[in-house]
């Protein structure tokens, strides 16, 4: 047994509390061991905070543990007593950097086990004992260590702080209270300390939950982030797929052209080359013929000229109207023209097609969902400045108030003439294009008023140019006390308060449209629910004896 307990190491059976080896050993549940007085005192302190703590690890405990014997561990210390061995210090209990260090040890010091407020001096265990045991001591206040003891001192009395002034939020001592802190609201500080620990935990908890939150948001921008990527690739490949096909398309139609052509060109050559062999056939006969003329009329006796020239047979009829027709020629000319015309129609179906897509890859909806707008205050966060466009109001509608009032009147106005001028229609289209999220207000007088919106696209001269009678363009119809609202010449009438200010809420990547009666609260009167493929312009259709304005300045 002694040869055993020889090859012991006393450090590993040493308690870090007293420094000696364990007396009636226990552990806790974290893994340390200490002796049972060591460690029921070291709780002792703690009773007032009501969480206990492992003196090594910090690990707390709530309620206290209940201590049991580690039988094995007091075996082994007697067997080590035997051999005569004690424990010392392991190195772990030195203090170090950063460490509180005991003020009595000499030498190389232990690390403090408590502070004193009143001795403002700190001590390793063996030098807290007196502490610990002598009345004296009784009033002295323990606290874990700490190196600013300084700072529980009250600098103007030099007595400890234990009170805390909820006036002026400080910590005080008893002479502060009766002096500058007279009439102030003062408690103890252990109170307060409660008090504020209970507000502590509150935050933390808070802290923790919007730590989750924020977590939980973070996972989903995660999966947001992936979600983008992979899109976006599959977008390449497919956009990469379909280019390849429409050059293999356009490839093909070449090559069709081109057989075309050449079957062409070798069908007219064989045929012009036909001709050619006869008209030499033909030249060749009229040479033989032209040269036994030529040897009749040289003959001398008459009998035989005129017996020569009667066996001749007759000369076969050749009529002008037989002749090659001598005119310009174009030849694949056309053609040519032809391919070019289609070129350029390729052309301006890819200008527009692709403006398009470049306007719908810059909107590719990326965003989380926010939550929409309830009061005037939240729809005010997404005024847009409207200005409306004089390049498309109609002659009959006059633009005051720097372009933002439109009025009927009877007299034509002789605006310029302009590709984008509504010549059918009471309408005026505005200037800004409109995308994301906007709101705007309109302010209205007389009989009836159109408040739409539409795309920059939407026909200027024909009869269905109106807004909401085609598939570019959604109108609300106002008028004293009911609402029709039209899109792609379908329309819903519903009844609505009467209201001369109607507020327009347009969420364009989520689809949402929204007309809304603006009073002192913000009433819904309708809500569309579509896909948008383009920009929109914020539009106003205006009847006789009927105005309309922006009434609100609003900044971009």
């Known amino acids: 047994m002694a040869q055993s307990g020889a090859q012991l190491d006393p450090e590993l059976l040493s308690c ?11 552990a806790t549940s974290c893994g340390h061991n200490y002796c049972r007085k060591c460690l029921q005192h070291h709780w002792d302190v703690e009773e007032v905070r009501r969480v206990y ?10 309620p206290r543990p209940v201590l049991e014997k580690n039988t094995m561990l007091a075996a082994l210390v007697e067997n080590l007593k035997k051999t005569g061995h004690q424990a ?4 772990h209990c030195y203090a170090g950097a950063g460490d509180v260090a005991c003020d009595f040890c000499t030498g190389r010091k232990l690390k403090a086990f408590k502070s004193c407020l009143v001795c403002r001096a700190s001590y390793c265990d063996s030098h807290l004992q007196p502490h610990l045991r002598s009345s004296t001591f009784q009033r002295h206040k323990l606290v874990d260590p700490t190196q600013q003891l300084q700072e529980n001192i009250c600098p103007r009395h030099d007595e400890v702080m234990k009170m805390f002034c909820r006036t002026d939020q400080q910590m005080i001592c008893y002479l502060c209270s009766v002096d500058e802190h007279k ?17 502590l935990e509150m935050t933390r908890q808070e802290i923790q939950q919007r730590t989750q939150h924020k977590e939980e948001d973070l996972k989903v921008l995660q999966k947001e982030v992936k979600s983008i990527n992979g899109s976006a690739d599959k977008a390449v490949k497919d956009s990469e797929d379909i280019f390849i096909q429409m050059i293999r398309l356009v490839g093909k139609r070449r090559c069709e052209v081109q057989q075309q052509v050449r079957s062409t060109q070798e069908a007219e050559v064989s045929r012009v080359k036909e001709l050619q062999k006869k008209l030499e056939q033909e030249i060749t006969e009229l040479k033989r013929r032209d040269a036994e003329l030529d040897k009749i009329s040289h003959t001398l006796d008459h009998s035989q000229f005129l017996h020569n020239f009667s066996s001749l047979p007759a000369l076969s009829q050749s009529p002008d109207s037989s002749r090659l027709e001598i005119r310009p020629l174009r030849y694949f000319d056309d053609v040519t023209a032809a391919v070019s015309k289609l070129r350029d129609k390729i052309q301006e179906v890819l200008m527009e097609t692709c403006a398009n897509i470049s306007w719908t890859v810059r909107n590719v909806d990326v965003s989380l969902n926010e939550p929409e707008p309830r009061s005037r205050e939240d729809f005010l966060r997404y005024s847009r400045q409207i200005i409306l466009d004089p390049n498309t109001v109609n002659y009959q509608l006059l633009l005051t108030e720097e372009d933002r009032k439109v009025t009927f009147v009877k007299e034509v106005q002789s605006y310029c003439d302009h590709p984008d001028r509504f010549t059918h229609k009471n309408q005026v289209l505005s200037r800004e294009s409109l995308t994301g999220r906007c709101y705007w207000e309109v302010e209205w007088r007389g009989e009836m008023i159109g408040v739409a919106v539409a795309y920059r696209n939407i026909s200027r001269q024909l009869e269905n140019s109106a807004f909401g009678l085609n598939d570019k363009s959604w109108r609300l119809i106002c008028s004293q006390g009911q609402y029709k609202f039209f899109h792609n010449s ?15 809420y347009l969420d364009h990547r989520a689809g949402l449209l929204c007309f809304y009666n603006v009073s002192e609260t913000m009433q819904l009167l309708h809500r569309v629910q579509t896909t948008f493929t383009q920009p ?3 539009g106003l259709r205006i009847v ?3 105005s309309a304005q922006l009434s609100l300045k609003m900044t971009v």
């Open 490 to 504: 379908i329309w819903t009438w519903f009844p609505g308060p009467q209201s001369s200010r109607v507020g327009v």
């Open 183 to 199: 009439g102030h609201h003062i408690v103890a500080a252990a109170s307060e300390r409660t008090e504020r620990q209970r507000e």
């Open 544 to 546: 006789p004896d009927s």
């Open 536 to 538: 929109l312009h914020a």
């Open 53 to 62: 703590s492992c003196p090594q690890c910090r690990t707390t405990f709530t």
């Open 16 to 26: 870090c509390l007293c420094l000696d080896l364990l007396k009636d050993p226990v």
């Open 88 to 91: 010392a210090p392991a190195d």
